[in-house]
């Protein structure tokens, strides 16, 4: 027998406490005025200096979590971590996380890290869910952490980074529960984002094929959902509005909204003398590989989707829009985003369709139901207040911070200097930090107050 409702229980996100505007970010970068904030869909960029790391966001984001919902570090059996900001290449972040169980005595815990792009949240969560519902589960948590730190070299893709941190809590009786049986995954080798070049932070990135490949995954695994939809839970002729909200992963707002659109045709498709697509008949004919080049038919469906989009896709943009990407913390931050942006009680009863992408690539939709109340979830995250609480740097002292990052990477016997900040100013209460790297390049880690 499986284990009833098996889900989320409990959700913390992480975020610097410093950003960027994006409209002054325009301004500095000599760029059009519109061209971030709204040719990307963002207005705000949340960014580190060299005193954080893929470590210390997630040693916050885990403790924070544990100590919101005053969790026992003993109930915990399970720690998988999602990332691709690999500072080791064989230390795994987990074992860095395991620090703080120490004083607990609990080192019976199992799970490590998982790497694919943006993808490894979606993989080290299956992981949980699975050992859950397992012959190996002990009848304790899981726990699932999924973060990052997107930077990129000065230029164009810039703009699209970000940081940010989700942990969530992994178990039965669950307010929010995936639904069992509803997969549809989609692999391919493709080379559209990577980093071979471990002396740096930075992507090698095709950005145009990356884009092909989210869309076209997409199309793949929405309708590999649906078919299973069909056929496991007899649902007829299944379309978008099946589900009341969708979350995606956001690499910038703009693509979720192109992506939602592409659910529509989708769904015209499969449909196409439905009477919701009375106004899009013109592309009834056009073929599959022909509707990626379309300008007119990605418009057309833009608009059609318009209205839906503001409904079941904008509430969840949040974080996407204050914080940036946050690679694999990103689908994640929508998660976080619908909490926090719907009355908890308009929630119940709601089904959610998901959808991850990493480059590389691997993607997954998939879904939830959330079967109880999630106001004590939302209420923990406060992120709206959190949101307000940062404190904005121009533009010339973010790329300071981004020069310092770049030069000081990979450093040996190094204490962090950061941008003259001091502890208060630059991190919220209960953030790690990076203390110092020792001659043998080990890593040493404080809480601010």
Same mark, same amino acid.
């Given at each position: ?42 207005? #705000? ?28 570090? #003993? ?13 080791? #290449? ?15 005595? &609990? ?8 790497? &694919? ?9 299956? &992981?949980? @869910? ?16 999924a973060g990052d730190i997107a930077v990129y070299a000065a230029g164009p893709a810039r703009p699209t980074g970000g940081a940010g941190c989700v942990a969530l809590l992994i178990g039965k009786d669950a307010p929010i529960v995936f639904d069992r049986g509803l997969r ?24 145009? @094929? ?229 001659? #043998?390049?080990? =890593?040493?880690?404080? =809480?601010? @107050?």
């Open positions: 027998m499986y284990p009833e409702n098996v889900g989320i229980l409990a959700v913390e996100i992480y975020f610097p406490k410093r950003y960027v505007d994006q409209a002054e970010l325009e301004k500095h970068d000599g760029v059009s005025a519109g061209k971030y904030t709204i040719g990307l869909g963002q207005t #705000k960029m949340g960014f580190c200096d060299d005193r954080e790391d893929i470590n210390s966001i997630a040693l916050t984001v885990v403790h924070n979590l544990i100590e919101k919902y005053k969790i026992s570090y #003993k109930d915990i059996g399970r720690v998988e971590v999602g990332t691709e900001t690999i500072i080791d #290449k064989s230390k795994s972040v987990k074992t860095v996380i395991m620090q703080i169980f120490k004083e607990s005595g &609990n080192t019976d815990i199992e799970g490590i890290d998982t790497t &694919n792009a943006c993808y490894g949240g979606t993989a080290a969560l299956f &992981n949980a @869910l699975n050992w859950v519902e397992s012959s190996s589960w002990d009848g304790r948590y899981a726990l699932v952490v549809g995954t989609h692999m391919e080798h493709v080379w559209d984002f990577y980093k071979p070049d471990l002396t740096s932070e930075f992507p090698e990135v095709d950005g145009h @094929l990356s884009n092909d490949c989210y869309l076209k995954s997409l199309d793949i695994c929405y309708n590999r959902y649906m078919k299973n939809l069909i056929t496991k839970e007899k649902v007829e002729n299944p379309m978008i509005k099946f589900f009341d909200y969708v979350l995606f992963h956001a690499p910038y707002c703009k693509l979720v909204q192109k992506s939602y659109a592409r659910l529509f045709y989708n769904d015209f498709t499969r449909n196409p003398d439905h009477s919701s697509f009375v106004s899009v008949q013109k592309f009834k004919d056009i073929s599959a590989e022909e509707s990626f080049r379309s300008k007119d038919l990605e418009k057309a469906f833009v608009e059609l989707s318009k209205s839906d989009f503001n409904k079941r896709v904008k509430p969840t943009l949040l974080t996407a829009t204050q914080i940036g990407n946050m690679y694999c913390a990103s689908l994640y931050g929508t998660l976080v985003s619908l909490l926090s942006n719907t009355p908890a009680d308009e929630l119940i009863g709601k089904r959610v369709g998901m959808f991850s992408y990493g480059s590389g690539l691997s993607s997954t939709f998939f879904s939830f139901t959330i079967k109880k109340s999630v106001a004590n979830i939302s209420e923990a995250l406060d992120v709206l207040n959190r949101l307000e609480s940062r404190l904005e740097l121009t533009p010339k002292q973010f790329s300071e911070v981004m020069r310092l990052r770049e030069s000081v990477h990979d450093k040996k016997d190094y204490t962090p200097v950061g941008d003259s900040s001091s502890e208060k100013e630059a991190f919220f209460s209960g953030t790690y930090y990076l203390e110092k790297i020792d001659s #043998k390049r080990r =890593r040493f880690y404080k =809480r601010a @107050l």
